[in-house]
T-cell receptor, first 113, second 114 residues
Framework: DSGVTQTPKHLITATGQRVTLRCSPRSGDLSVYWYQQSLDQGLQFLIQYYNGEERAKGNILERFSAQQFPDLHSELNLSSLELGDSALYFC????????????FGQGTRLTVV | AQSVTQPDIHITVSEGASLELRCNYSYGATPYLFWYVQSPGQGLQLLLKYFSGDTLVQGIKGFEAEFKRSQSSFNLRKPSVHWSDAAEYFCAVGFSGGYNKLIFGAGTRLAVHP
């Protein structure tokens, strides 16, 4: 158990809908990262938050957004969902923004039908 | 642009045999290097990491990796594979200013024959 909690574990929704994925980082970790794992794109970095502020952006679509709350949990919002958004979404956390280990949650599997 | 290449998509070894998974990266400076393992339906678990210092790095579960700057490689090795090692293995690169904004390779799926 990495200490990173993601909910829900599975999500099935229809095209055009909006969903919210939630991540609780390890106790004390200030940095949260979101990754998408799909069959065609592999594992891709989406976005990073550090202590409530956006720190880095990767290949995140405009239909996707994220935030980190004062209690340090994070949410990834996916809207106007398309079939191609079906993927495993991982959250990871680390103690700082420096070269320290990141711990991954078990992911949320999103299926868009 | 930074990139990570894992040349082998699938590898099959016999239990007890040695293992080497290859990883090459493209980056102008010394990167931060990681190997993660993903078992079916599970998240990613860090096996080992290289930030600096000794280029031979020991990790969990009996794995080790060697950073070779001249070859831009960070290959993962294990002297004797166990059936429980069957999983997918990912090499990843982080870099100064984006330590955990990781760039992952495509992964190598390891199958272990009894």
């Amino acid at each position: 158990d990495s200490g990173v909690t993601q909910t829900p574990k599975h999500l099935i929704t229809a095209t055009g809908q909006r969903v919210t994925l939630r991540c609780s980082p390890r106790s004390g970790d200030l940095s949260v990262y979101w990754y998408q794992q799909s069959l065609d794109q592999g594992l891709q970095f989406l976005i990073q938050y550090y202590n409530g502020e956006e720190r880095a952006k990767g290949n995140i679509l405009e239909r996707f957004s994220a935030q980190q709350f004062p209690d340090l949990h994070s949410e990834l919002n996916l809207s106007s969902l398309e079939l191609g958004d079906s993927a495993l979404y991982f959250c990871a956390s680390s103690a700082s923004d420096g070269p320290v280990e990141a711990f991954f949650g078990q992911g949320t599997r999103l299926t868009v039908v | 642009a930074q990139s990570v290449t894992q040349p082998d998509i699938h590898i099959t070894v016999s239990e007890g045999a040695s293992l080497e998974l290859r990883c090459n990266y493209s980056y102008g400076a010394t990167p931060y290097l990681f190997w993660y393992v993903q078992s079916p339906g599970q998240g990613l678990q860090l096996l080992l990491k290289y930030f600096s210092g000794d280029t031979l790095v020991q990790g969990i579960k009996g794995f080790e990796a060697e950073f070779k700057r001249s070859q831009s490689s960070f290959n993962l090795r294990k002297p004797s594979v166990h059936w429980s090692d069957a999983a997918e293995y990912f090499c990843a690169v982080g870099f100064s200013g984006g330590y955990n904004k990781l760039i992952f390779g495509a992964g190598t799926r390891l199958a272990v024959h009894p």
